[in-house]
């Protein structure tokens, strides 16, 4: 599966209805579980970096992802209230996660949107792993959302610092013409953080298997398994 998948370029309408964007945000929150791979780009100036993550989602609190970075790799499963991160070959106990959704944030931005009437473009229909999708594009300012974690405590990144400059972030959806799913969800930002400069970021997230209990279920790593079979904590 490739992470470009599904690429819209064409506008279709320049005043579009949010009703069924909105119910693919409600039925895809709705799922009891789905994987997912998003990759991450971030360039400032000369300096570039980019990550991706792989993982699978059950709900309500189960979770297994994984975020390579080059040569560098961490996982993180979750079952209950019980967590672990494994930073090379070692599994240690972690902070479990409250929300596990990856859905759920997507909801704030629309009805951000929605409540101050920004428009919603749609752009040409695209084939996304295994069926076609409409796809939705809506521009909303910066700091509607939060800077990644590894910058949220950068002087210059707090909301109201970031909402003081004149950047926006473009938000894509990409809904699934025969299940209804959120398929996909693009965005591409260019913010100013005062202690770095201008910060171009693009994400991509694909869903698959979405409800599919075969291949979404969440498994516990061998690693993990062993580790806890021979007492490790």
Same mark, same amino acid.
């Given at each position: 599966?490739?992470?470009a998948?599904?690429?819209?370029?064409?506008?279709?309408?320049?005043q579009?209805?949010?009703?069924?964007?909105?119910?693919?945000? #409600?039925?895809?929150?709705?799922?009891?579980?789905?994987?997912?791979q998003?990759a991450?780009?971030?360039?400032? *100036?000369n300096?570039?970096?980019? /990550?991706?993550?792989?993982?699978? +989602?059950?709900?309500?609190?189960?979770?297994?992802?994984?975020?390579?970075?080059?040569?560098?790799? +961490?996982? /993180?499963y979750?079952?209950? !209230?019980?967590?672990?991160?494994?930073?090379?070959?070692?599994?240690s106990?972690?902070?479990?996660?409250?929300?596990?959704?990856?859905?759920?944030?997507?909801?704030?931005v629309?009805?951000?949107a929605?409540?101050?009437?920004f428009?919603?473009?749609?752009?040409?229909?695209?084939?996304?792993?295994? #069926?076609?999708?409409?796809?939705?594009?809506?521009?909303v300012?910066?700091?509607?959302?939060?800077?990644?974690? /590894?910058?949220?405590?950068?002087? *210059?990144?707090?909301?109201?610092?970031?909402?003081?400059?004149?950047?926006?972030?473009?938000?894509?959806?990409?809904?699934? !013409?025969?299940t209804?799913? +959120?398929r996909?969800? !693009?965005?591409?930002?260019?913010?100013?953080?005062?202690?770095?400069?201008?910060?171009?970021?693009?994400?991509?997230?694909? /869903?698959?298997?979405?409800?599919?209990?075969?291949?979404?279920?969440?498994? +516990?790593?061998?690693?993990?398994? !062993?580790?806890?079979?021979?007492?490790?904590?």
């Amino acid at each position: 599966m490739s992470i470009a998948s599904g690429t819209a370029t064409q506008v279709v309408s320049r005043q579009a209805a949010w009703g069924p964007l909105v119910q693919a945000i #409600e039925k895809s929150e709705a799922a009891s579980m789905y994987k997912l791979q998003t990759a991450v780009n971030i360039q400032n *100036g000369n300096l570039h970096t980019s /990550f991706t993550v792989y993982g699978t +989602i059950q709900q309500p609190d189960m979770a297994s992802i994984q975020v390579h970075e080059n040569n560098f790799n +961490i996982a /993180f499963y979750q079952q209950g !209230q019980v967590a672990y991160q494994q930073d090379g070959t070692i599994w240690s106990p972690a902070q479990p996660v409250s929300t596990l959704n990856a859905y759920a944030g997507y909801r704030d931005v629309v009805e951000y949107a929605m409540a101050h009437h920004f428009p919603l473009v749609q752009m040409n229909r695209t084939y996304v792993v295994d #069926e076609y999708c409409n796809v939705y594009r809506v521009i909303v300012p910066n700091g509607t959302v939060s800077l990644p974690a /590894f910058l949220g405590g950068a002087p *210059g990144a707090s909301s109201t610092e970031l909402s003081s400059h004149a950047s926006e972030v473009a938000y894509v959806f990409y809904v699934g !013409q025969t299940t209804g799913y +959120i398929r996909q969800i !693009q965005t591409q930002s260019v913010g100013v953080v005062d202690s770095v400069g201008s910060l171009i970021m693009q994400t991509s997230t694909i /869903f698959q298997d979405i409800d599919n209990t075969q291949l979404a279920k969440v498994q +516990i790593p061998v690693s993990l398994a !062993q580790q806890l079979e021979q007492g490790v904590q």
